[in-house]
């Protein structure tokens, strides 16, 4: 093969293997412990987010030298192996050949001045910075000589300043506002940060590089875990009223149209009920008999049975229905019925009658006369006129 179809295999090679840039997915990040791999994850991470802003924002390095680093970090293989060996000596990080960054996890987890995540992302883009060759001072190793006049150390400075400041500025909680984590601490990551094994995290749960809840204790005061979807804590026990947009978050276990509202009674405050039909609002219980309760002090008749009102005494039906011809009858649940009733009427017992009487089996009772002539049919003795009742069942009559 001649030199130049060589070189041109070899430039279609080239063009092959660098169409799409590598992920973290792809075996990004090598040879590094696990306590560092969420540290570093969230790095590069950070970085992929952030690099247009990262170069566009500084003065330092000119755009000869940015577009080299915007074209080899998504080749960029960070590899932790030299700092098992021993190799690393002093050095946070150096630059190795094949787009790879050697980076010393422990000389950056033991450091004098504690490091945090942004310091982690200054390194990586200032190692970037080097294989870039963007110029540097000639004793930049002797990083207290030379740092001022450097502009591989200027530019790592400020992407520790930019990185800073987006931390600072973030919500708490959100993936940006972990970046003055401290490194290592990752063995108990609070919900919302960077993860990649559930037993990084506090809750024992990492879902899709988040740390997120697993149960509602894993939640803030006044949040529970909402286990639909992706684990998040929602605010919980909220109010009739509150707005709301799941079940979960109300005291009552329903939300309609972005409101907490009823379910049941026991829902409502003392003198109202809960009308499940249309929107399940609390309405004011009139307390009447035979009105919906849910304690007996809702109750006019101080008596709430099976969530309804009921009497207790013959004059609350007396009270309450027109006529003085009512009694409270007792027994399974209280209820009010008739008095004085004419013959034929059902009936319950004989003081419901106006005669007095009181006959039949079960709910076929009605009130029968007294006085019955002879050959009229009666139950008992008193039914008739004579005193005498006389016969078997059905065929008893008066003699």
Request: proline fraction near 3%; charge should be positive.
């Amino acid at each position: 093969m001649t030199n130049r179809k060589f070189l041109s295999y070899i430039t279609a090679l080239l063009l092959i293997f660098t169409a799409a840039p590598v992920t973290a997915d792809n075996f990004r990040i090598r040879d590094c412990p696990s306590n560092a791999l969420v540290d570093l994850n969230w790095a590069v991470k950070f970085i992929d987010q952030h690099l247009d802003s990262i170069l566009t924002v500084q003065s330092i390095l000119n755009t000869r030298y940015q577009a080299r680093i915007k074209d080899r970090w998504p080749k960029t293989t960070i590899d932790c192996a030299n700092d098992r060996r021993g190799s690393c000596r002093t050095a946070l990080a150096f630059t190795g050949t094949a787009n790879i960054v050697h980076f010393c996890w422990q000389n950056n987890l033991n450091a004098a001045t504690p490091r945090n995540r942004c310091n982690v992302v200054a390194t990586l883009l200032h190692e970037k910075a080097h294989e870039a060759h963007a110029p540097d001072a000639d004793a930049h190793n002797d990083r207290n000589l030379e740092a001022e006049n450097d502009p591989v150390y200027q530019f790592g400075f400020h992407v520790y300043r930019y990185c800073e400041r987006v931390a600072s500025g973030a919500t708490a909680g959100s993936f940006n506002s972990f970046g003055l984590a401290r490194l290592g601490a990752n063995n108990a990551l609070p919900l919302g940060d960077y993860c990649d094994r559930n037993a990084q995290c506090r809750s024992d749960q990492c879902r899709r590089g988040e740390c997120v809840c697993n149960d509602n204790s894993d939640c803030p005061s006044g949040q529970i875990c909402d286990k639909i979807g992706r684990n998040k804590c929602i605010r919980a026990r909220l109010p009739l009223g509150a707005d709301c947009d799941r079940n979960a978050q109300c005291r009552s276990d329903q939300c309609r149209r972005g409101k907490c509202v009823c379910n049941d009674n026991g829902d409502c405050p003392s003198g109202y009920r809960c009308k499940t039909a249309g929107l399940n609002e609390c309405i004011k219980i009139d307390g009447r008999i035979g009105e919906v309760c849910n304690r007996n002090s809702d109750c006019r008749t101080g008596q709430c049975d099976r969530d309804i009102c009921v009497c207790d005494t013959d004059q609350h039906c007396r009270d309450f229905f027109p006529g003085s011809n009512w009694r409270c009858r007792k027994g399974g649940q209280n209820e009010c019925v008739r008095t004085n009733l004419s013959n034929g009427a059902r009936c319950h017992v004989d003081g419901d009658c106006a005669s007095g009487k009181c006959r039949g089996v079960g709910g076929g009772r009605t009130c029968r006369p007294t006085g019955l002539p002879n050959g009229a049919r009666c139950d008992r003795n008193g039914d008739c006129a004579s005193g005498q009742c006389r016969g078997v069942g059905s065929r008893r009559t008066c003699r």
